[in-house]
């Protein structure tokens, strides 16, 4: 039997993310409509659905007049996280994106009164987290992440974990590429939720914000 998936794995991803992203836009669209959203034949779309089922990463529910419903779970969400980095990384639109992002999580941080910031994550998001806080009233206190060597990233001290920071802060920012869910989770658990900010592009929520995914 010929099969009819992409044997180019930057395709097959490319249709996966496009696929995750319609199903958490609106899972009980049918999928002769999804086919038609991403130019690609039903019969594919039917077989990566199945994939992505047996994967984990969306699970089917009933839907009105006999339908299915699809939810993206909560190990869909961090694969659409991390395919979409993964896109953004090849090419300037993640440094474009980021910088977009950051500018208003720092905004929206500034709003809520939260001034001095730690980022989660050395990353390349790292540069563009301090230089959207540049010319700023927010502070970037540190940047915690385990794995990385202690020492100062672009003036910023770099340590191995929260309680290594040396002074207050008030709230954290993900700056994590490839572990961004992990840190995400961590720190919300820490902080609580209204303490934790992350860009979209991340596609980061609290879990029990995820309604039926949780």
Excluded: W
């Excluded at 496009?18 to 959203?37: F, K, P, T, Y």
């Excluded at 993206?72 to 980021?98: C, H, I, W, Y």
């Excluded at 910088?99 to 540069?127: N, T, W």
């Amino acid at each position: 039997m010929v099969s009819i998936l992409p044997t180019d794995e930057k395709d097959s991803d490319r249709l996966v993310l496009g696929l995750l992203n319609s199903v958490e836009a609106d899972g009980a669209r049918s999928q002769r409509r999804i086919a038609a959203e991403l130019g690609v034949a039903l019969g594919l779309v039917n077989a990566y659905l199945k994939r992505a089922v047996k994967k984990g990463l969306v699970k089917v529910g009933q839907a009105p007049a006999r339908r299915y419903a699809y939810y993206l779970t909560p190990q869909g969400f961090s694969e659409k996280s991390r395919l979409t980095v993964q896109f953004l990384s090849d090419s300037f639109l993640l440094f474009r994106k980021a910088k977009e992002e950051y500018a208003r999580i720092l905004d929206r941080a500034q709003a809520l009164g939260l001034r001095r910031i730690v980022l989660a994550g050395h990353s390349d998001l790292c540069e563009v987290a301090i230089l959207s806080a540049v010319d700023t009233p927010v502070s970037i206190v540190a940047i915690v992440d385990v794995d990385a060597v202690a020492g100062r990233f672009i003036g910023v001290q770099v340590v191995p974990s929260y309680a290594s920071v040396g002074e207050p802060f008030d709230a954290v920012v993900v700056t994590h590429l490839t572990a961004a869910r992990n840190v995400f989770d961590d720190a919300v658990s820490r902080f609580g939720a209204e303490r934790v900010l992350a860009p979209d592009l991340l596609g980061l929520r609290p879990r029990q914000q995820q309604g039926a995914v949780s």
